[in-house]
Structures are given as structure tokens and as C-alpha cells.
């Protein structure tokens, strides 16, 4: 409605429910904040190391997906996971890995960025869902070859800045039925396939592209769908910044367990949320201060220890992180 202040949690809701575009009056432009925890961050040769597997995985995933559109049966898929494997396992926490991701958004090659970006995110999500290692290894090239189907969507459509019309947004959404007809000719594993075809079913029955509900969703295609959701958010577009972890997690935790199976969602969520301890955090009153606890119940609202007191979040509704540094 006319008046209202469209922030971050506005924003990711909208895109969790897929609104790519509504009519905004803004009075000036705000300057977006480059952090020095990021700046430093990207100057360290952790990063400058991770950047380089990183470039490398989105080269072979690009030459991967480019072959499979031209019906190329043979994949080397092994490699292409031993890839995601090893920047998984480089010494560092999982809140690393994210952080990395963070800093590296960028917006040349976004399909084969964000397909590197979610198998990276899937690698994590097996090893917190204590899948076994094929398991897992099969999830991760989930998120790697979930969105192959967009290389057939018209670039004009895929890179439009602006709202799409309901004709286009039509012909994008066919890039799971697509993505699952490429995919049927290569010899992966069958749960791979159906990953591509389900990553935008929702629990709920309001997904595409069949309506599946409930059990008619696969776990695979579930963890595909919250990790291509989670980054999609997260990262950094020509049209917008990127949305804090903890305005996503909190837009998961009021919409998404409708949207996703919460056996899975839940606990997944939870392990997201605790990646940002002992991380600086910027609040909505501008002050400035150190995750210390995740409470359970609410998991979007921390606890701060903002100098020499804690603030619980959770009995702060009028409070609430705004930017993680």
C-alpha cells in the first residue's frame, strides 16, 4: 500500500513468493554499504585461493552444461563434484564457505555462478542432513545441473532487469520441464533429473511446473529448492543488493515451513542461523555487535552483545539485524 517503507524482509518476501517487480516511489538513492570485514576479506589469500577453485568449477561447469545442450550423453560428473568437494573440505568452518560466497557475488555468468553457488550450499546441506558420502556427492550435482534448462530460456527474458510480463515469466518457468529433458539423456543418477524438473514444486501445491504437494516431492528436489531459493536471495543482482542471511532466514521461518517440507527445512535453518555466530552484526538502530546465541524458537532474532550488554532480539520486535560485516 501507498506509504509503506519497502525494506529488506519486504523484499525478501516478495521474492520468496516470486514478485519480480512492483511500482516504487523512492525520494533518493541510498548508498549501499561496502563493509570492512568484506574489503579485508576478499584481500586475503583464503579468499584469493578459494576465488581460483571457485572460477575454475564455474569454467568446467559452463563447458558441462554448454555440452549437455547439444546432447552430449557423457558428463564427466565425478570431477565436476570432486571440484565442489575440495573447496568444501579446505580448512575453515561452513560459516566460512558462506562468507566466501558473500564476497564473491558477481554478476557475469549468473547461471553457471548461481549452479556452483548452489552445489557448494547442497554439499553443506548433505553433510548437516548426515547423508552418506554417494548420497551427498549425488546432491551436490543436483545443485550443480538443477538450472541447465535456462540455457534454453531466451537471454532477453533471463538477464531482464525488470518485471517480466505474465508471457515471459511463462517461458521461464519452463526451464525446469527443459532442464529435466536434457538431463534425461545423460547417464547421472535419476534423482539428479527429477531435482531439475521439482526444485520449484512447493509443499504446499503452489510450486510449478505440475502442482506436485506434500510426499509427491522428493528430499533432493526439496534441499535443491530451499539452496536455490537461500542463494538466489542472498546474492548480489544489477537490480539490488544482496538481502542479510537473517532477513531470509526469518522469511523461511514464517513462509517457507509452508513451502517446504520441514523435516528438512527446519533443522537446515538452524545450522544456517548458527554459521553467524561470533560474527559482527549491524542492527536496525544502527548499532553495532556480536551474535552470541541463536534462540531455537526464533531464529532470525539472535542474541547481540552490543559492548557490555546482551540484547535477546526476540523480545525486541522494534530490533533486528540488518547487515551481517
Known sequence: NKGIVLGADSIAKLMFYSIGGVWVYREAEQELEEDAYTDTLRKSQDFIYFKKGYNDAVAKVKVALECITMGDSVVDTEELVEDIKSMVSEPGSNAHIFNMLHCI???DDIIFMHSVNSALICSIFGDWLHLSEEDRNALTLCGLLHDA???LIPPRILN?????TDEEFDIAKMHA?????LLKQVDIDDRIKLAALNHHERYDGSGYPAGRAGG???MFSTVVGIADMYDAMTSRRIYRGAICPFHVI????EDGVKQFNPR???PLLKRLAETYIHHTVRLSDDSRGEVVMINPSKLASPVVRVENSF?????KEDVRVEAVL
Open 177 to 181: 520441464e527443459s532442464g529435466f529433458e
Open 160 to 164: 531482464k532487469p525488470g518485471r517480466l
Open 264 to 266: 528438512y527445512l527446519l
Open 311 to 315: 540484547i535477546d532480539l526476540s523480545k
Open 250 to 253: 526469518r522469511v523461511f521461518e
Open 216 to 218: 509427491e516431492i522428493d
Open 149 to 151: 534448462g535456462k540455457l
Open 105 to 107: 557475488r558477481e554478476f
